[in-house]
């Protein structure tokens, strides 16, 4: 038996790509790729300071770090809870 030209996934791949997908489910939670740059970009400062950190610990340094990028990601996570929450509890009961 020789393979059908057909696709194995008709369906799954006329439905959307892969980028459409991911695009889409930006626009629905919009603080989730900010609670990832946020993270990149504390993760990068912290790379980058690391030269520079003075007389502080190396493990002191990391620990900082750490609890910085921790702290942006659940912070725009919660944001993100919140603000949805708002948008189902507050602005869509006037039906």
């Known amino acids: 038996m020789s393979p059908s030209p057909e696709s194995v996934y008709p369906d799954y791949e006329t439905e959307t790509s892969q980028t459409s ?7 629905e939670t919009p603080f989730v790729p900010i ?8 993760v990068a400062y912290g790379l980058y300071k690391l030269k520079h950190r003075g007389d502080m610990k190396l493990s002191l340094h990391l620990i900082h770090m750490r609890v910085a ?20 509890y507050v602005v869509k009961p006037k039906e």
Do not use: H
């Open 35 to 42: 609670g990832m740059a946020g993270f990149t970009a504390v």
């Open 69 to 88: 990028a921790q702290g942006f990601a659940v912070g725009a996570l919660t944001c993100g809870v919140l603000y949805s929450m708002f948008r189902e």
């Open 21 to 27: 997908k991911l695009i889409k489910k930006f626009k």
